[in-house]
């Protein structure tokens, strides 16, 4: 119930009008933005937080980079697995051997 009445009173006003009200607060603020928002904001461009996830050596989307930057640059963006993609290569490093990975396979406990 508490939900639907903030989203009906936030929704009562445009953000331009939000910052208004929000600004007299002697309180902190900030905005939760989309990634599709933080894709065009202007400061968000200009201090270079959005980078390329490249796949197969072409760019193919962009993403707000991540926050932590120890060297000044922050680190290359990368796409995430597909389900199931790592499972064997982790269970390797855990000590399992290969009978074992099949075992579980076998028995429907990885893909």
Known sequence: MLVS???Q??????FEEWKLVLSGL?????PVQSI????DDVQVQANGYIGDVV????PAYRLPAVPV????CPPPLRRAPEHGEDTED????????????AGFKEAGAIL
């Open 26 to 30: 002697d309180a902190p603020w900030a």
């Open 90 to 101: 982790l269970l390797l490093e855990l000590g399992y051997g290969w009978d074992e990975i």
């Open 69 to 72: 930057q120890f060297d000044g």
């Open 36 to 39: 599709a928002e933080l894709l």
């Open 9 to 14: 009173e936030f929704a009562s006003r445009t």
């Open 55 to 58: 796949i197969d050596g072409e």
């Open 5 to 7: 009445e903030l989203d």
